[in-house]
């Protein structure tokens, strides 16, 4: 009986997970946000200037400049605070920390872009609260 009962038990689960249940998200960004909210009231960033930003489907994409020699050694990451807003759209707060080791005088350009998924809620859309800018996001 209890042989019976097992293999019933592993029938069902093994029919019960189907390929469409949990199916694995794709995402054409560069890298993802960082939900973390010590990251985001303790970390700084090296000097850059924010030339653009706009959201296509679920990713941003900013470009930046900053001095450098050629921008490959740069370390580019967006944090959100963690925090929600209650507002209409509820709004949460972003910064990038970029870090830049380079000692050229140059000045480079950089986009880069970044899955917003993460910040999505039951609502159907975010302000994205930079620190002098806000961005839309709807999904």
Known sequence: MFKY?????????????????????VSDCDSSVIINPLRFQNESSDSFMLMDAFIFDDCLEVTLSASGCDGESWSIELVDSGAIMESLPIQRDVKL??????????????????DLFPLRTDDSSIRINFENLSILYEY
């Open 5 to 25: 009962l097992a293999i019933i038990l592993v029938s069902i689960t093994i029919c019960s997970c189907g390929e469409d249940d949990d199916p694995e998200r």
């Open 97 to 114: 920390l970029f870090k830049n080791d380079e000692d050229c005088r140059a000045v480079v350009t950089q986009t880069v872009s970044f």
